[in-house]
Antibody, heavy 121, light 109 residues
């Protein structure tokens, strides 16, 4: 059974840093690209970042570029999101999600339960 | 402001058929596939439709998806009370960055 479990969230002051982790199990982690997606309270979903299976490909949303860094450790079946210079607008539930790549397209097929990050003084 | 445009709300009575639209552009839906997600209150999104019209194992065939040009739609037939949820469409842009719709809150009357 595919499982994705996020950790590392919490309350942080504006300008502070936080590192999120996502522990994966039930599949060959290194064979899949992984993503972070966030959802501000009462709002819609916002794609944050993607990383290829062997970290060969990395991309970020403009809203986090230069402040967030995505990484992974395939030996530990773990995905990370280092968040620096945090702003109130970064307050959200952060989900890690697996990317299903098919011949016809890309889809986020499994999601973690999400972890809340609150940026407030 | 979401990249993909969805109606904020939709409603129907039990047994009815409802559709939810998702509008994008040539640089996202027009050139990549669409997926749909169901999010029940307080839970993570769940993949409902992938590659425009494919259902993952376990998703009832009451749910169907379609795409035409830069738009897509999700149809739910035989509406049930447990279908009350938020529904999001998603695709990818030319840079392979993810894009989402703002979500549609479905109410079963």
């Amino acid at each position: 059974e595919v499982q994705l479990v996020e950790s590392g969230g919490g309350l942080v002051k504006p300008g502070g840093s936080l590192r999120l982790s996502c522990a994966a199990s039930g599949f060959t982690f290194s064979s899949y690209s992984m993503n972070w997606v966030r959802q501000a309270p009462g709002m819609g979903l916002e794609w944050v970042s993607s990383i290829g299976g062997d970290s060969n490909y990395i991309s970020y949303a403009d809203s986090v570029k230069g402040r967030f860094t995505i990484s992974r450790d395939n030996a530990k079946n773990s995905l990370y999101l280092q968040m620096n210079s945090l702003r109130a607008a970064d307050t959200a539930v952060y989900y890690c999600a697996r990317l299903l790549t098919t011949r016809n397209g890309y889809n986020l097929d499994y999601w973690g339960q999400g972890i809340l990050v609150t940026v407030s003084s | 402001q979401s990249v993909l445009t969805q109606p904020p709300s939709a409603s129907g009575t039990p047994g009815q058929r409802v559709t939810i639209s998702c509008s994008g552009s040539s640089s996202n839906i027009g050139s990549n596939t669409v997926s749909w997600y169901q999010q029940l209150p307080g839970t993570a999104p769940k993949l409902l439709i992938y590659n425009n019209d494919q259902r993952p194992s376990g998703v009832p065939d009451r749910f169907s998806g379609s795409k035409s040009g830069a738009s897509a739609s999700l149809a739910i037939s035989g509406l049930q009370s447990e279908d009350e949820a938020n529904y999001f469409c998603a695709s990818w842009d030319d840079s392979l960055n993810g894009v989402f719709g703002g979500g549609t809150k479905l109410t079963v009357l």
